[in-house]
């Protein structure tokens, strides 16, 4: 009964802040990688940031110098501050988790949350 769950979306201004949290509830063996995604009407759903578990960071394009992706206190948290917010970066967005879940398979899930809609308006 692994799931994730995504808080923090909302309206907000351009030029504003959001603090988006996902946390993974239930008990897994490891985890290989957590991110985020977004997804805007009409569009395809894309990465918006991740975290692997040796700790790299990966940011799209659109996003690099405006968001920044974190890990929480404890492994099964993720955050994602977005600042300097644009209209185009209204959309839903998802948390995405890869983990291998524990005994007895240990067989890798690909989890996604149920979004969180961040609406970016004047």
């Known amino acids: 009964q692994v799931q994730l769950a995504e808080t923090g979306g909302g309206l907000a201004h351009p030029g504003g802040s959001l603090y988006l949290s996902c946390t993974l509830s239930?008990?897994?063996?490891?985890?290989?990688?957590m991110g985020w995604y977004r997804q805007a009407p009409g569009k395809e759903r894309e990465l918006v940031a991740r975290?692997?578990?040796?700790?790299?960071?990966e940011l799209g394009d659109s996003v690099k110098g405006r968001f920044t992706i974190s890990r929480g206190d404890t492994p099964n948290t993720m955050y994602l501050q977005m600042n300097s917010l644009k209209p185009e970066d209204t959309a839903v967005y998802y948390c995405?988790?890869?983990?291998?879940?524990?005994?007895?398979?240990?067989?890798?899930?690909?989890?996604w949350g149920q979004g969180t809609l961040v609406n970016v308006a004047s």
């Open positions: 239930g008990s897994v063996f490891s985890i290989n990688a």
């Open positions: 995405n988790a890869l983990v291998r879940t524990s005994q007895p398979n240990y067989s890798v899930l690909d989890l």
């Open positions: 975290v692997t578990g040796g700790g790299s960071t």
